[in-house]
């Protein structure tokens, strides 16, 4: 099958084509119409379900460009103010509404005529979404989504100066590769204690999160947020139990694997104890890798090595840098991380990231590439809601395309050492995510179980969780304090609640790909285009079969894998 990366906005047939939402009353004659349409036969329906789709579309698209611009400047009031003008003014108005017609889509005496395969996972969305909304969480929900958003506010401000020079978070990192020990120590307690200065500020703003978050639950029905939460990401295919069971695997399987690495560290650098700002150094004399200098060059070598696995994937990143859909340097003012944002009208995502010139870039980069070619390998589907793909395969989608890209990474690094040694610190990243993963997640049910805990005890639950997947290799004694925060850093907890075990799911997949990779990279790329290109039209355990992937959490499943991938590190 040919795929092409030179994607289309969507035709408008029931928006005029250069309608904009302004506020709610532009909005409302559209919903207005699809309540009151009569609906005579399938074909009327079918036309119905598009109509909603495109509304849909324009909608989405409108609140995604809101929260890219804002991510991109967080110090702009007024990109803040049109982003918490929707949130607050628009969105509260859509969700009554949205309900009405799920109910009316359910009523409809030519929903079985419809193609069941087609549209079951579509419609089992619609009556999840109909079972959790409350119209009284409309205004919690509102002002969730805009008091998330504070997280970036806080943390885009945070900088540091190392030797004369200002940096964010992001580009201070790099320090810790540092050959000088003494610089790599100096720079992670900047680090550290910058966090510290807002810690209070965050712990205040999570605190408020978590009581909201724990009331719409009690509103909808539910006896806690985890519960509700996993209903709301459609879970449907697992439960809470089997994340217990993947932290006990994590704990039996992979942290042996972490010691190990960390031993042979602490070997290879000649020091008598192992500190946290040791483990991202080379010995004496061997400089960090720098694959790229500028956001430029990293998106030039990007499409390069991505041209080296199909010219499509290629393709589909130089066509978004020639819309002006990437944002890639990191800078002061910015929000933390990096994200894909699909945009469900104009069909070519936005990849936002801080980059400042390290390996973890170049996997970040790869990372939110291979969740742009989801974008466009869906965007061809009939309805928006069929591009909802479960997130635990959007992860395979972009933890997939970091292994891949591998094999390609001589565009990174002419150099055949630092080829080699890209390809060790990745292959090391991938088991030691993991227990950071298992911890997350942990954290997150204690959080949730537990809604009116204080912030010591928050304190407290979260240092006991992070100690059992620590290493007893790395000595952090003295470090206590920087410890009891150690969570705040993640982006996730604030703006994404439980969202991370699709991580470790994810890359139980991104392995098993992998795999097949290494035996016969087509198949593998069939097999993961194949994948894709169903968006969400199928269950989540239906897709990773359509990748030629078995969806496996049992602890056997997870320690073959990772004796796979620790067999192919000795191989490098």
């Known amino acids: 099958m040919n795929y092409s990366a030179d994607i289309q906005k969507l035709p408008r047939n029931f928006l005029p084509a250069d309608f904009g939402i302004k506020d709610w009353d532009s909005l409302a004659p559209y919903f207005t119409d699809l309540e009151k349409r009569d609906i005579n036969s399938v074909e009327a329906l079918e036309q119905w379900l598009k109509d909603a789709s495109e509304l849909e579309a324009v909608i989405s698209e409108d609140a995604c460009w809101r929260q890219i611009k804002m991510t991109c400047d967080t110090e702009s009031k007024e990109l803040e103010e049109a982003f918490t003008f929707f949130m607050m003014q628009i969105q509260p108005q859509i969700q009554p509404w949205s309900d009405r017609l799920n109910k009316k889509l359910l009523a409809n005496p030519f929903l079985k005529e419809l193609d069941q395969e087609k549209y079951y996972t579509y419609i089992r969305n619609v009556k999840k979404n109909i079972e959790l909304f409350r119209e009284e969480n409309i205004p919690l929900q509102a002002e969730l989504n805009v008091l998330q958003q504070q997280f970036g506010v806080i943390s885009g401000k945070m900088t540091?100066?190392?030797?004369?020079?200002?940096?964010?978070?992001q580009q201070a990192v790099k320090f810790l590769e540092d050959e000088d020990r003494s610089v790599r120590e100096e720079v992670y307690h900047k680090i550290n204690k910058r966090r510290l200065e807002d810690k209070d500020e965050?712990?205040?703003?999570?605190?408020?999160?978590?009581?909201?978050?724990?009331?719409?639950?009690?509103?909808?029905?539910?006896?806690?947020?985890?519960?509700?939460?996993?209903?709301?990401?459609?879970?449907?295919?697992?439960?809470?139990?089997?994340?217990?069971?993947?932290?006990?695997?994590?704990?039996?399987?992979?942290?042996?694997?972490?010691?190990?690495?960390?031993?042979?560290?602490?070997?290879?650098?000649?020091?008598?104890?192992?500190?946290?700002?040791?483990t991202e150094a080379e010995p004496a004399g061997i400089q960090p890798l720098r694959p790229f200098k500028t956001s430029d060059e990293l998106t030039e070598k990007s499409i390069a090595c991505f041209e080296k696995m199909r010219p499509f994937f290629g393709d589909c990143i130089r066509r978004m840098k020639a819309m002006g859909h990437l944002d890639l340097e990191s800078r002061k003012g910015k929000?933390?991380?990096?994200?894909?944002?699909?945009?469900?009208?104009?069909?070519?995502?936005?990849?936002?990231?801080?980059?400042?010139?390290?390996?973890?870039?170049?996997?970040?980069?790869?990372?939110?590439?291979g969740h742009a070619i989801h974008s466009f390998l869906s965007h061809e589907l009939e309805l928006t809601g069929f591009k909802d793909y479960p997130t635990e395969i959007a992860e395979v989608a972009s933890m997939a395309m970091e292994l891949f890209s591998?094999?390609?990474?001589?565009?990174?690094?002419?150099?055949?050492?630092?080829?080699?040694?890209?390809?060790?610190?990745?292959?090391?990243?991938?088991?030691?995510?993991?227990?950071?993963?298992?911890?997350?997640?942990?954290?997150?049910?204690?959080?949730?179980?537990?809604?009116?805990?204080?912030?010591?005890?928050?304190?407290?639950?979260?240092?006991n969780i992070f100690n059992e997947f620590s290493s007893p290799v790395i000595d952090v004694s003295g470090l206590e304090e920087y410890r009891r925060y150690g969570w705040q850093r993640q982006l996730h907890l604030f703006e994404v609640p439980f969202y991370y075990i699709e991580y470790g799911i994810a890359q139980l997949g991104a392995i098993g790909l992998w795999q097949q990779y290494q035996q016969n990279p087509d198949t593998a790329i069939n097999n993961y285009l194949n994948a894709l290109s169903l968006g969400g039209t199928r269950t989540l355990p239906e897709?990773?079969?359509?990748?030629?992937?078995?969806?496996?959490?049992?602890?056997e499943h997870i320690k073959g894998l990772m004796q796979f991938v620790n067999a192919e590190m000795k191989k490098i």
């Open 335 to 369: 929000a933390p991380g990096g994200y894909n944002c699909p945009l469900a009208e104009s069909g070519a995502p936005f990849i936002f990231m801080n980059a400042a010139g390290t390996l973890d870039d170049v996997t970040t980069m790869v990372h939110e590439g």
């Open 160 to 169: 540091v100066e190392v030797g004369g020079q200002e940096y964010t978070l």
């Open 406 to 463: 591998m094999n390609h990474w001589e565009v990174f690094f002419e150099n055949e050492e630092e080829l080699k040694r890209a390809k060790e610190q990745q292959l090391e990243r991938v088991i030691i995510i993991f227990p950071w993963i298992a911890t997350i997640d942990k954290f997150q049910h204690w959080l949730y179980e537990n809604p009116a805990h204080t912030e010591e005890e928050r304190a407290t639950a979260w240092l």
């Open 543 to 555: 897709l990773f079969e359509a990748a030629g992937l078995k969806f496996d959490l049992s602890p």
């Open 202 to 278: 965050l712990n205040k703003l999570f605190t408020s999160l978590i009581q909201k978050r724990h009331q719409v639950a009690l509103n909808a029905g539910y006896e806690n947020y985890r519960d509700y939460r996993f209903k709301e990401l459609g879970r449907f295919d697992y439960k809470k139990e089997d994340c217990f069971r993947f932290h006990e695997a994590v704990k039996l399987h992979v942290m042996p694997l972490v010691n190990q690495l960390y031993e042979a560290k602490q070997k290879k650098l000649g020091l008598d104890t192992l500190k946290p700002w040791d």
